[in-house]
């Protein structure tokens, strides 16, 4: 009896072993951590003063920052409200800030909650 209790003891214990490794377990990746507040903080306070810079040369009259959102890493969309404040009218520049510039700009007329109210001459960018 005792072989016998050694088979069964080790064909349970290579059906064990044998499950255990032929289940797949999740992969474990090293993912970045993504940057802390203090660098996201950074390449935002980039993105506005190098756009706010970008838009007085280019003799835009800026009078507030209407939004700045991250797009994807190293780049950013700056909208900035033009003067007089409550024009409606915006600047939308896409700022790379791998390279620490501007690289495309948009200069939108009246928005959407600017609207064609009353007063609105119907006029886009430009009139």
Do not use: H
């Amino acid at each position: 009896m005792a072989p016998l209790r050694s088979v069964v003891a080790l064909v349970s214990f290579s059906a064990l072993l044998g499950t255990g490794c032929a289940v797949r377990t999740p992969e474990r990746r090293m993912v970045p951590d993504m940057p802390t507040t203090v660098q996201q903080e950074v390449g935002y306070d980039d993105a506005i003063r190098l756009s706010r810079d970008y838009a007085v040369t280019q003799g835009y009259d800026v009078s507030e920052v209407a939004e700045a959102t991250q797009v994807r890493p190293n780049y950013w969309r700056v909208r900035f409200g033009l003067g007089p404040r409550g024009s409606g009218r915006l600047l939308d520049l896409s700022f790379d800030a791998e390279q620490r510039r501007v690289v495309g700009a948009t200069e939108l007329g009246k928005t959407a909650t600017g609207g064609s109210g009353p007063g609105d001459t119907g006029g886009g960018p430009g009139r």
